[in-house]
């Protein structure tokens, strides 16, 4: 596989309590092995606390609240899964807003499993290739979304995968994209 470098770029992990702890480990590592420092940002300050499945994970500290970012000061976007933490993002309008910012400004967003429902919150699907955790698909269609189902699918700067299972394939297109940078088609 090609190696990205990712020196000198910036991104943003935008996640809540119930995330599905190995899709934001994991991206996370790969992420950073490639040279980006990275922000988890969430709603609140303090930490937040992952899920292995059902179990309870482990707890992150956050680095910023969502109120005190905006998109322009980050390089890409990530969107781990999990079922709790996309639902609560996507009744936040400050958290759907900073997704939508991301898109509009051109920048790369990469999402698995239950992420999307956040892009779907944000507007952001209608008439793009995508895949997630099953359950979503008839939401992504809804959305005007085209839901397919495979490991990895890339449409200028969004990246997504299905589950935990497609992990490798998702971290390696997800910083490949965020080397790319903007991606004109890459937006709302």
Known sequence: ???????????????????????????????EEAGASIDLVSLEKGSIRGFNHTEPGDEFPVDRTVDEVQAKDY??????????????????????????????????VAAICHGPWTLIEADVVRGRKLTSWPS????????????????????????????P????????????????GKHEKQTV
């Open 136 to 163: 979503l698909k008839t939401d992504i269609k809804n959305a005007g979304g085209n839901w397919v189902d495979e490991e990895v699918v890339v449409d200028n700067g969004l990246t997504t995968s299905r589950k």
């Open 1 to 31: 596989m090609k190696q990205y470098d990712l020196t000198n770029k910036k991104i943003a992990i935008l996640a809540t309590d119930g995330f599905e702890q190995i899709e934001l480990t994991k991206p996370r590592a790969a992420i």
């Open 165 to 180: 299972d497609d992990l490798q394939a998702f971290c390696d297109k997800a910083v490949e994209e965020f080397a790319e």
């Open 75 to 108: 390089d890409g976007l990530l969107l781990p899964g999990g079922v709790h933490n996309p639902d609560t993002l996507r009744v936040n309008e400050q958290a759907v807003q900073f997704v939508r910012d991301f898109f509009s400004q051109h920048k790369p």
